[in-house]
């Protein structure tokens, strides 16, 4: 058999990954259909990182961040919608994306809809805050 050389094959697929990761920076404008489908086609990378988080690993506050996230919220929205500071927010969202071993807030999202989240759940009790 011939050698064949794929390097422009996985030049131009790293170039794909690359648009399409920067178009699903802001997912608010897509559609429920299209990241349910875009979730059903990847696959999570196994990178070493945590075997396989589970959508129950994740409580309380974490879990209305991340379906603020998943409904297209920035993390100024969703300070605002949670009365919380934003850097608590940014807290919740890189803890996210560790618990989870993902990098950016698209891959949080298919993470989160490939294990049918919808971020439609009901809000977690909120603690009083001191006066």
Not at 12 to 37: H, K, N, Q
């Amino acid at each position: 058999m011939p050698f064949r050389d794929v390097t422009e094959q996985r030049r131009t697929e790293a170039d794909i990954v690359t648009a399409l990761e920067a178009v699903m920076r802001d997912t608010s404008w897509f559609s429920r259909t299209v990241l349910e489908a875009l979730a059903r086609m990847r696959r999570p990378r196994r990178t070493g990182g945590k075997p396989d988080a589970a959508l129950a690993d994740i409580t309380g506050r974490r879990r209305e961040v991340l379906g603020l996230v998943c409904e297209g919220l920035n993390n100024q929205d969703i300070a605002r919608h949670l009365g919380l500071s934003l850097a608590t927010v940014r807290n919740h969202v890189n803890t996210l994306y560790a618990n989870t071993d993902v990098h950016s807030r698209a891959a949080l999202v298919v993470w989160a809809r490939e294990r049918g989240f919808t971020g439609m759940s009901p809000p977690v009790a909120r603690r009083k805050r001191p006066e």
